[in-house]
């Protein structure tokens, strides 16, 4: 398939997507399209906001734990990294593997899949650094990689953008390609409502426009007609899904043309656009159990806000 029969299915994937999303009652459109380059852009600062702390949260228990989530992993293991990104965080944990066998980021985005591999292969000469280029939300095999143990990393709380099944999906998936070797996977925990709150709504407005971004590419790539000033963001706290979710509010009653329909709107109609799951971790070992993995370590930070979960088959 050529560059430009990619890029044209995006586009499709994309245009029905927010077509069916702004068709049904309470609109919605998967937080998977947040993600254009000014968007990544947004995430990326939120990441370094005061308010929001899972990333901070984070960080702390892979500085503070590294060795000890290194031997869980287990010497000279073959270490996946689902949605690699950067791969900024794998590195503390390739750092505390005393030789890692191999690392095989995998990601939907081959220029940045590219340049992690460089950078980290650059790092660390004589680390076997194996690219997977894979949307990891979808079922695919693992191409044939090294003998020994396996252990999958999925830092970041993205486990919480999935649904219930979803995750349950993705930690069946991920058990099959470490062939039942270990998994340490980051994970926001449920917390005091006013915390998680501000964490995606802000001081400084980034969320606000991270979300209304999208309304912006809509507007450009489905020629859309979103008046992005009569749409606000709002943090919503979902109590049945444990979960903070993200909405565009529509400030007026109107009618807004997507790639040649109208989508009819009234004052205070919402589209959905994220959610973001808050787990306990009873919730989350039941899930994992449901995967087939066994939760067999809980690392936290010093605030009690985050843990890094230990698997095993
Ligand atoms: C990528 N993901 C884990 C982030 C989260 O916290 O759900 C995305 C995000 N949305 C708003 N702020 C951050």
């Given at each position: 398939m050529t560059d430009g029969e990619v890029r044209t299915r995006w586009d499709e994937a994309f245009c029905s997507a927010v077509v069916s999303g702004l068709s049904r009652p309470q609109k919605s459109i998967p937080c998977c399209w947040l993600y254009d380059e000014r968007g990544s852009e947004l995430f990326e600062a939120i990441t370094r906001?005061?308010?929001?702390?899972p990333t901070r949260a984070e960080a702390e228990i892979l500085w503070r734990h590294a060795r000890d989530i290194a031997d869980f992993c287990g010497e000279g293991a073959v270490l996946l990294e689902y949605?690699?990104?950067?791969g900024v965080k794998a590195e503390i944990l390739i750092e505390a593997l005393?030789?890692?066998?191999v690392y095989a980021p995998i990601d939907i985005e081959a220029g940045v899949l590219g340049r992690t591999a460089r950078r980290i292969g650059g790092r660390f000469p004589g680390l076997d650094v194996q690219p997977i280029l894979a949307d990891f939300t979808r079922d695919f095999d693992a191409p044939e990689l090294p003998q020994g143990p396996r252990a999958a990393f999925f830092p970041g709380s993205t486990i919480g953008n999935l649904n219930r099944r979803e995750a349950i999906a993705f930690l069946s998936r991920m058990r099959r390609h470490v062939q039942n070797g270990k998994a340490v996977i980051g994970v926001d925990l449920k917390k005091d409502r006013r915390i998680l709150l501000d964490a995606y709504d802000d001081g400084e407005g980034v969320t606000a426009a991270f979300n209304l971004n999208l309304l912006a590419r809509i507007n450009r790539e489905l020629d859309g007609g979103f008046p992005l000033s009569r749409f606000a963001h709002e943090a919503r706290w979902n109590e049945a899904d444990s979960a903070v979710e993200m909405h565009l509010v529509s400030l007026d009653s109107r009618e807004v043309a997507v790639a040649g329909r109208l989508f009819p709107f009234k004052a205070g109609d919402s589209i959905h656009t994220e959610s973001s799951r808050k787990y306990e971790l009873a919730m989350f070992e039941a899930m994992a159990d449901e995967a087939g993995?066994?939760?067999a370590r809980a690392w936290r930070d010093r605030g009690d806000r985050f843990a890094v979960f230990g698997l095993e088959a």
């Open positions: 906001l005061h308010d929001y702390y949605g690699a990104g950067a005393r030789a890692p066998r993995w066994r939760l």
